[in-house]
């Protein structure tokens, strides 16, 4: 059954890796929208098997309402309504009540009931409501779902209930890959990739290195990562896979390697070399490695990100004597310039439906993430004096939100701002400068 | 000029001080108390000790192993210049002696944007360092981008020091 070869996979990566896994990450909405649509999350039912050893049902190892509420309230767009508003505790759809939620002032309802099949497998159906309109909106089964991806069920659930009321797929069920730097005097500094649950869950570490590690890149099904390490004393560019934490060389030429990014089909990537002598674009076929050279100039060129249609790319070039934007095709035809405004535009993505990209920018003194919406050339910073330094901005995969890196209080932190700049969240580390955020693709639904 | 006058001052003083320590010297007449000739060339530089002193450097610039650049810059300074060239001839005299160029950038500006300009510099170095004849040594470059900083705090005396390039063999 495909499902438990899923399974087993993920129990492997759980029991490599638990004895390295450190500090939880807590999420905080620094600013969220006026108001957020206000959602009920019922907590489920639980019924089965019986626990021989308490005599009640099995205690869920994972609260599935609990996960699905605060997805919802962690993306600034719904606001949670505490249980204690709540007049009545349904969990099929014949014990719905639309009055009871028009009094709790809940425009979105989700109610569910889980089974315990025994052998730490569930079954869970999860429904969602519009309650103005008294209509079911989404309603979901999972069958045999083993106790260990509960979490990840959740954060379905949550996906389906977001893209239900706001007409946009949820990214909730996503991983985020960052790196920490722990210093324990001048000398001693540990770098460690890790790899977390959209939510901050279960960080989990991928490879650890004395010197700096930059640029991680998820592969476009969520199994690998790309990512620069200096553990030879050179840059150097590494695929590592996720799930067996396998890793190779892809890119240790001459001069410089970095800046890797994923084809939108998975099948090349690119990267920057300087192995012509200064720093251009390349891209390496991952299956064949012959390697095709996109741009050819004398002014540093790099950080290439793909458009979604996978036919072009977008890179830093400081050719015009200041780092810009520029687009080019992928066969090294069609070259343009981006952006004209201030004299630092660098490192920039695309939003996944490819109308806008997201850069850092300084427009005057202070570094900013930025938009700019390709259609109309407007530049919006979206980031103020609340953090400095702000590095490596990457879109959720469904363009509702963008991750990037900052100093805040001399420390490095997380940060996520909306892609209308209206909701802002910190990530919260308990140790450790945290730089290099890189949000995955969405996984495969269960 | 002025600089020229005040080192032969400097010197003078020097010798009259390093005289009034030692009788001995004392005794035997003091060397020609012409105006002393100031070298223009100090260690081979093309400068005198003063001008030299002047850029921060004191005595033989060989003793210098970082040079600094301005920010988003890989323009070589009259100080980083002095310097290099003093590796260069000193390269020049030796073969087979593994050169290293380290480049290195402030924490300002992304990581992989500066990797490049980190590579830059030190290839400004070694360009330089070739043109005045640093002999047959192989000469590596390699770039940390802003991943090696030596001062660690956020502001612009961290940041200067952190704009680099180590010259090392």
């Known amino acids: 059954m495909k499902l438990f070869k899923f399974a087993s996979l993920f129990l492997l990566v759980v029991s490599c890796v638990c004895g390295s896994a450190s500090a939880q990450i807590n999420i905080e909405i620094t600013q969220g929208v006026a108001r957020g649509i206000p959602v009920a999350v019922v907590p489920f039912e639980l019924s089965g098997q019986v626990d021989p050893a308490t005599g009640g049902v099995a205690s869920l190892p994972h609260d599935v309402a609990q996960i699905v509420s605060n997805d919802l309230a962690r993306s600034g767009e719904f606001d949670a309504i505490p249980s204690d508003r709540f007049l009545s505790f349904p969990h099929r759809p014949e014990e719905v009540r639309f009055k009871d939620w028009r009094v709790a002032k809940a425009e979105a309802l989700v109610i569910g009931e889980i089974r315990s099949l025994g052998n730490n497998s569930y079954s869970i159906e999860a429904r969602g409501y519009d309650v103005f309109r008294e209509k079911m909106v989404v309603g979901r089964r999972f069958d045999e779902v083993p106790g260990n991806l509960l979490r990840k069920v959740s954060h379905q659930i949550a996906d389906y209930i ?11 069920d996503t991983q985020i890959a960052y ?35 930059i640029s991680p890149a998820w592969s476009p099904d969520a199994t690998r990562l790309a990512y620069v390490t200096f553990e030879t004393n050179r840059s ?28 939108p ?21 991952m299956t064949t490695r012959t390697r095709q050279q996109i741009t050819k100039h004398w002014a540093i060129d790099t950080e290439a990100a793909w458009s979604p249609d996978g036919q072009s790319l977008v890179f830093t070039s400081d050719r015009s004597g200041n780092p810009h934007i520029y687009r080019i095709d992928r066969d090294g035809s069609g070259l343009e310039r981006l952006t004209f405004n201030g004299k630092y535009n660098a490192r920039a993505s695309y939003a996944p439906n490819g109308q806008s990209l997201v850069m850092i920018s300084r427009p005057n003194k202070e570094f900013h993430v930025a938009i700019m919406d ?4 407007e530049q919006k910073s979206l980031t103020g004096g609340e953090v400095s330094l702000v590095e490596s901005p990457s879109f959720a995969p469904n363009g509702a939100m963008i991750l990037y890196a900052a100093q805040k209080q001399y420390n490095g932190i997380l940060a996520a701002v909306s892609a209308d700049g209206r909701v802002k969240q910190e990530l919260r580390f308990q140790n450790g400068d945290v730089k290099e955020p890189a949000w995955s693709p969405s996984g495969t639904r269960f | 000029m002025n600089n020229k006058l005040s080192t032969a001052l400097l010197l003078a003083m020097a010798l009259t001080l390093t005289a009034c320590g030692n009788k001995e010297v004392v005794a035997e007449a003091p060397p020609a108390a012409a105006p002393v000739a100031v070298d223009n060339n100090a260690f081979g530089s093309g400068y005198s000790v003063s001008d030299l002193e002047s850029m921060g450097i004191m005595g033989d610039p060989v003793n210098y192993r970082t040079v600094y650049f301005a920010y988003d810059s890989s ?31 402030d924490e300002r500006g992304t990581r992989e944007y500066n990797l490049a300009l980190g590579e830059r510099r030190s290839q400004g170095v070694a360009r330089l360092m070739s043109a005045v ?14 991943e ?22």
Do not use: K
């Open chain 1, 162 to 172: 977001y893209e239900a009321m706001t007409g946009r797929p949820g990214a909730f």
């Open chain 1, 265 to 285: 089909d998975g099948n090349f990537l690119a990267y920057t070399s300087s192995t012509a002598g200064n720093a251009d674009i390349y891209i390496m076929d």
């Open chain 2, 133 to 146: 004849g640093a002999g047959n040594n192989p000469v590596q470059n390699v770039s940390y981008g802003e």
């Open chain 2, 148 to 169: 090696r900083p030596v001062a660690l705090e956020h502001n612009d005396s961290a940041w200067s020091q952190n704009r680099r390039v180590e010259i090392l063999y």
């Open chain 2, 75 to 105: 323009e070589i300074a009259e100080r980083s210049r002095v310097i290099v060239e003093a590796h260069a001839r000193a390269l020049g005299s030796q073969s087979g002696v593994e050169v290293t160029l380290e480049g290195h950038c």
């Open chain 1, 179 to 213: 790196v920490t730097v722990e210093r324990s005097g001048q000398a001693q500094v540990r770098n460690f990739l890790r790899v977390a649950d959209s939510d901050g869950y279960g960080p989990r570490t991928l490879f650890e290195s004395s010197n700096s590690i």
């Open chain 1, 236 to 263: 150097q560019i590494v695929v590592q896979n996720v799930t067996t934490l396998d890793r190779s060389v892809v890119a240790s030429f001459r001069g410089i390697n970095g800046a890797p990014a994923w084809s």
């Open chain 1, 374 to 377: 390709l259609a109309t050339g």
